[in-house]
């Protein structure tokens, strides 16, 4: 399904898989910005090919289905292609959250989740999701095929009970998909619904 995001905007496309989950993706969403307090790294050997200097920017709502539990997370990031011989990935990590109640009060900070608009998330990357996100990124099904640049995550949102470190790593892992389709002009929805169906 495709809908247009009225705070940014954009296009955003959701893929649900019956008893896998639900993913939404856009192009960006400011709101998801967020204070930054420190950043993992980590990087690995590319894979050939890529034109220099070219960047592609998504974001990815993920929510998971496990009986009554709704896991859930919001990720976004650029990729941008370089010369050397490795992809780093970058994990900027949050600090100074608001709690939900004071989101409530100043609605227009809040990250609107775009699979239950009434079900808003806290912008930000908390220290305790954020190895969790490195991993996503950096170990998921797409990482190896992605050419020589940095894959930097600098938008998330999460949820105060139903956020996990399992579904921001799975989030991740979808966003790293999702930025290396966008960058071969493959079909972006159809390489986010195969990462949900293998959820």
């Known amino acids: 399904m495709v809908a247009e995001d009225e705070r940014t905007g954009s296009a955003m496309t959701v893929v649900d898989v019956p008893r896998h989950g639900a993913a939404a993706l856009a192009d960006d969403d400011p709101a998801a910005r967020y204070d930054v307090a420190g950043r993992l790294t980590r990087s690995r050997a590319a894979s050939e090919g890529g034109s220099v200097g070219v960047t592609v920017r998504a974001l990815v709502e993920v929510q998971r289905r496990h009986g009554g539990m709704a896991p859930r997370a919001v990720v976004g990031g650029e990729f941008t292609t370089g010369d050397g011989a490795e992809v780093v ?6 600090s100074g959250y608001k709690s939900m109640i004071e989101l409530r009060r100043d609605p227009e900070r809040a990250v609107m989740s775009q699979i239950y608009p009434s079900w808003p998330l806290i ?3 908390p220290q305790e999701y954020a190895a969790a996100a490195l ?4 170990d998921g099904p797409c990482a190896s095929s992605l050419p020589s640049g940095v894959l930097r995550l600098d938008r998330a949102a999460f949820d ?6 399992h579904v921001f790593a799975q989030a991740t892992a979808a966003l790293c998909c999702v930025l290396a389709a966008k960058l071969r002009g493959q079909d972006v929805e159809e390489a986010l619904r195969s990462v949900v169906e293998q959820w």
Do not use: N, R
Not at 89 to 94: D, I, M, Y
Not at 160 to 165: D, G, H, K, M, R
């Open 135 to 138: 991993d996503g990124l950096a």
């Open 123 to 125: 912008p930000g990357l």
């Open 89 to 94: 990935f970058e994990v900027l990590v949050g």
């Open 160 to 165: 105060e009970v139903e956020s996990s470190t």
